[in-house]
């Protein structure tokens, strides 16, 4: 598993050029294995990079590393993260939506993370570009259903525990057998404290206070 964050001073060729770019761009590649490689993927933001004008000053790659690890678990994708909390870019560039998360939630709350500093987001496979009207309103879609998928997970785990509970099925953690919690009682009433109890019983400090004080 390697994962690097390069940055880089890139001007860019071939793009109409001003004395102060109009943007700054990072760019963030990843694979799911070692055999598999980024270099198609930074080549096709690079070139893209040049047609926009944008100056490149950042590159992020995670190799070996699934889209469905959380972020403390990608390293460069947590490094440019951190990047774009400083405000070091003006747009983040990735190949495909599924390189950034497997997730319509975690996309959504990275897109919010990034544009509450004001910064921008291009995905080449899907021709998503949110520096432009069309790309800003297709996202803002996108958190709609974000919210419908939250609010249907919600209900199917309720639907789930109250057909649970209409079974028979005891929800929370499971009680105690009745004679330990008469030897908790027993224990409190001689003075010994919650953790002593706990320790001589072998259950937790938590059993031992919710028995004390039912």
Same mark, same amino acid.
């Given at each position: 598993?390697?994962?690097?964050?390069?940055?880089?001073? &890139?001007?860019?060729?071939?793009?109409?050029?001003?004395? !102060?770019?109009?943007?700054?761009? +990072?760019? @963030?590649? /990843?694979?799911?294995?070692? !055999? !598999?490689?980024?270099?198609?993927?930074?080549? &096709?933001?690079?070139?893209?990079?040049?047609?926009?004008?944008?100056?490149? *000053?950042?590159?992020?790659? *995670?190799?070996?590393?699934?889209?469905?690890?959380?972020?403390?678990?990608?390293?460069?994708?947590?490094?440019?993260?951190? +990047?774009? +909390?400083?405000?070091?870019?003006?747009?983040?560039? =990735?190949?495909?939506?599924?390189?950034?998360?497997?997730?319509?939630?975690?996309?959504?709350? %990275?897109?919010? &993370?990034?544009? $509450?500093?004001?910064? *921008?987001? @291009?995905?080449?496979?899907?021709g998503i570009d949110t520096t432009t009207p069309a790309g800003k309103a297709l996202f803002q879609m996108c958190g709609v %259903? =974000?919210?419908?998928?939250? $609010?249907?997970?919600?209900?199917?785990?309720?639907?789930?525990?109250?057909? $649970?509970?209409? !079974?028979?099925?005891?929800?929370?953690?499971?009680?105690? $057998?009745?004679?330990?919690?008469?030897?908790?009682?027993? =224990?409190?009433?001689?003075?010994?404290?919650?953790? /002593?109890?706990?320790? *001589?019983?072998?259950?937790?400090?938590?059993?031992?206070?919710?028995?004390? +004080?039912?």
């Amino acid at each position: 598993m390697q994962d690097y964050a390069v940055p880089v001073n &890139e001007t860019t060729e071939g793009a109409v050029m001003t004395k !102060q770019p109009k943007k700054t761009a +990072a760019l @963030y590649a /990843r694979v799911s294995t070692d !055999q !598999q490689t980024t270099e198609n993927q930074l080549k &096709e933001l690079r070139a893209v990079a040049r047609r926009m004008g944008w100056k490149l *000053d950042g590159v992020y790659v *995670d190799k070996g590393i699934s889209g469905a690890k959380g972020r403390e678990q990608r390293p460069a994708f947590n490094k440019l993260l951190k +990047a774009a +909390a400083r405000r070091e870019y003006d747009v983040i560039m =990735a190949w495909s939506v599924d390189r950034l998360g497997r997730s319509l939630q975690h996309l959504v709350s %990275f897109l919010g &993370e990034i544009h $509450a500093k004001g910064i *921008d987001l @291009y995905l080449h496979q899907q021709g998503i570009d949110t520096t432009t009207p069309a790309g800003k309103a297709l996202f803002q879609m996108c958190g709609v %259903f =974000a919210e419908f998928e939250r $609010a249907m997970i919600q209900e199917r785990v309720k639907a789930g525990l109250a057909r $649970a509970v209409s !079974q028979g099925t005891r929800l929370g953690r499971p009680r105690v $057998a009745q004679s330990v919690e008469r030897a908790i009682r027993k =224990a409190g009433k001689s003075g010994k404290g919650k953790k /002593r109890i706990a320790r *001589d019983l072998g259950v937790g400090v938590g059993t031992v206070q919710r028995v004390l +004080a039912a």
